[in-house]
Structures are given as C-alpha cells and as structure tokens.
C-alpha cells in the first residue's frame, strides 16, 4: 500500500499545479453536530474537485518520452476534467471515455478542457474499451485504482493535519476508494487517533457492499444523482484500505445528501455536489460519536453541480 512517503513525494511533484484548497471552521454546522466542525473546501480546487492531484501525480511521474500518444481515462464526472486539465497543462492530446447518461455540464467541461469526449453506453463497458486506446500507445490514468494517483489524492490529507494538528475525525466520501485511501493513509499516519468515517449514497455503494461481502462486487447500476460517487466498483486495494483505516461507511439516501447541499449553500455560502454534501448528512448520523470537543473535518471535495440539476434535486 502507498506510505506517507509517497504522498509527501506526491506533493512535491505536484506542487505549483494545484492548489492549497482552504479549511474553514462552520459555526452553523457545529451547533448542529455538538461538535467544532471544519470544512475542507477541496470544491475550490483547479476544475472543481480533489482529482486533479492524482492525475498530474501520474502524469508526471511517468518520463515525457513514456507518455506514449496522449492520455485516456474512464469518468462519468470529476476525473474526466481532471485529465483533460493535465493534459493540457502538459501538452498532451486526452480522451475521455464517458457514459452516455453523464450529465450535460460535465461533457462540456471535459471538452473545454480541451479532450476528446467519447459516449460509452456505461462505465463498465468503457473500462473494457480503454483497453484498446492502451494497446495502440496512449497512457491510461485510472480513477482511483492506482498508487500514484491515490498518492496525489492523499495530499488532501496532509493539508487538513497542518491545517488542523488536533484534528479528532475526518470524514470523507467514497467512489471507487482511491480518495479516502489516500486521505487516511496521510491522516492516520500522522495522527494515529484519528477516525476516518466513510460514506456512501444508496444507489452508489459499491465499497459497503464490498465490506459485506469481503471482495469487490460489481454494481449492475448506478442509480443515485451522486454520479461522481459512481464507480461501478471497488479494487481489492481500495477495500484493503477501507478495512486498514476506516471506522465505518455510512449509507446515506440522495435526499439527505441534497438536503445537506442546500443547508451548504445557504449556510456556508458553498455550492457542493451531492457526492460532497453527503459527508455533512453521514455527520448528521453520527454525531452521537461525536463530542464538544470533537474536531471533525468534512471533505467537500467537489463541487460541479449545474444549476439545472440543483433545481431539479427533490428532498
């Protein structure tokens, strides 16, 4: 598994290409919890999400004359811009491999950045289908299954423990587990007492299911709005560091998570996206675990949500 080493070495190679995302305490939100809670606003990071820092880990550990035709990745969401982003950062063509039902605004973001955008009828089958871009030179960036790419997820971890030396718990999100994998492995390796508290939505639960059954299972559909939380699962990796690290996942249903969104954004004066806010509906859950003394941080870690699917969202 990765080590604090390789996410301090992470750092280093990222450094000057993302940023130092800020962490803010919430009055509003530590009434609520009985507990002082701080935000991660990782939402403020470069494409709007934590995933550019695994992506330029990747990319640029690998020798420039390696890169092979360009970059090729699998997203339905966040991971998509990330790697179009880095490619054209560093000058490299990208395409991006999506499900047809991704939604409109990430579609046009990933083109923005400058990638190739192609229309896959679900993520599993693009997985399969990444493999052929693979054999005809072009480098592939995985989502989440990948040291490198955990390793530069894992920077988010070492800036909330500078930020908060006496940080007592941390809670995170999971899609395919490379975020919180990489999170915990900085987080417990510098404060050992620390909790780590995962969560999923229904719907898109792939590393609860996994637990339940001790191996990765293969979700036949994503079916909650938290899309970017929609790996169709999780690797043996990821689910050897959710048992290493985590205290629990906590399931929580798309209308908390939205119900969290609007409280964030009205409150907070933050616009998450449903697979963010669901830390603060997870915290909801737990907060019988939690004490006034209790220094909880929840990660936001993204936040393109488009404005017609926040109007859309239903409680």
């Known amino acids: 598994m990765i080590t604090l080493d390789d996410i301090h070495a992470a750092r280093g190679r990222i450094a000057g290409r993302v940023k130092r995302t800020p962490q803010v305490s919430s009055e509003a939100i530590s009434?609520?919890?009985?507990?002082?809670?701080?935000?991660?606003?990782?939402?403020?990071?470069?494409?709007?999400?934590?995933?550019v820092r695994g992506a330029f880990?990747?990319?640029?550990?690998?020798?420039?004359?390696?890169r092979g035709r360009g970059l090729v990745a699998v997203s339905g969401g966040n991971h998509a811009q990330a790697v179009a982003y880095v490619g054209g950062q560093l000058g490299l063509p990208s395409v991006i491999l999506m499900p047809e039902k991704t939604p409109r605004n990430y579609v046009e973001a990933t083109k923005g950045y400058g990638a190739e955008v192609i229309l896959i009828p679900n993520v599993a089958e693009a997985f399969i289908k990444v493999a052929e871009f693979e054999s005809q030179g072009w480098t592939s960036v995985h989502p989440f299954d990948d040291p490198l790419v955990m390793a530069g997820q894992g920077t988010v971890g070492l800036e909330i423990v500078e930020d908060l030396p006496e940080v007592t718990d941390v809670v995170v999100s999971i899609g395919g587990g490379g975020f919180i994998g990489g999170v915990a492995t900085a987080v417990k390796a510098l404060k050992p007492e620390a909790r780590i508290w995962g969560v999923e939505t229904e719907g898109a639960d792939a590393m609860s299911q996994a637990l339940a059954a001790g191996h990765p299972v293969q979700l036949s559909a994503i079916t909650s709005i938290a899309r970017t939380l929609g790996a169709p699962s999780v690797s043996e990796q990821t689910l050897l560091m959710a048992r290493k690290y985590l205290e629990s996942v906590t399931l929580v249903p798309d209308s908390e998570a939205v119900s969290a969104l609007r409280f964030l954004l009205e409150r907070a004066k933050v616009l998450t996206e449903p697979a963010a806010s669901c830390t603060l509906a997870a915290a909801?859950?737990?907060?019988?675990?939690?004490?006034?003394?209790?220094?909880?941080?929840?990660?936001?870690?993204?936040?393109n949500t488009a404005v017609d699917d926040l109007c859309s969202y239903q409680t």
């Open 284 to 303: 909801y859950r737990l907060r019988d675990r939690f004490s006034p003394t209790s220094k909880v941080v929840l990660v936001l870690c993204g936040g």
């Open 57 to 66: 880990n990747k990319v640029l550990s690998i020798p420039k004359e390696q």
């Open 31 to 51: 009434s609520r919890l009985g507990a002082q809670v701080h935000l991660k606003l990782e939402l403020f990071q470069k494409t709007g999400a934590f995933k």
